[in-house]
Nanobody, 118 residues
């Protein structure tokens, strides 16, 4: 089992920045060379959507709505993935979830609230 703990959410004004962290623990012996990390978000009344992902090799991909504003990165030494969010907009308000897929297994964090005020 892998446990994921997100942190770094909060309330910020439009145009501001936040950095989310997702720390993995537990059975993580394969996570650096096999784990695909993905950040998702879910706004009230909306479906959960993919925000960004990073592969074991460090390749990244982003949803069009966050491209050029958000940056996903990973620190394998700390078993942690980050989501740097700049130029935040009110429409970025959501609960942000971290997911890691290792082979056939998928694990989720508990989520962290991000609220952007206008």
């Amino acid at each position: 089992q892998v446990q994921l703990v997100e942190s770094g959410g909060g309330l910020v004004q439009a145009g501001g920045s936040l950095r989310l962290s997702c720390a993995a623990s537990g059975s993580i012996f394969n996570i650096n060379n096999m784990g695909w990390y993905t950040w998702y978000r879910q706004a009230p009344g909306k479906q959960r959507e993919l925000v960004a992902y990073i592969t074991p090799g460090g390749s990244t991909n982003y949803a069009g709505s966050v491209k050029s504003r958000f940056t996903i990165s990973r620190d394998n030494a700390k078993n942690t993935v980050y989501l740097q969010m700049n130029s935040l907009k009110p429409e970025d308000t959501a609960v942000y979830y971290c997911n890691v897929a290792v082979g056939p297994s998928s694990y989720w964090g508990q989520g962290t609230q991000v609220t952007v005020s206008s």
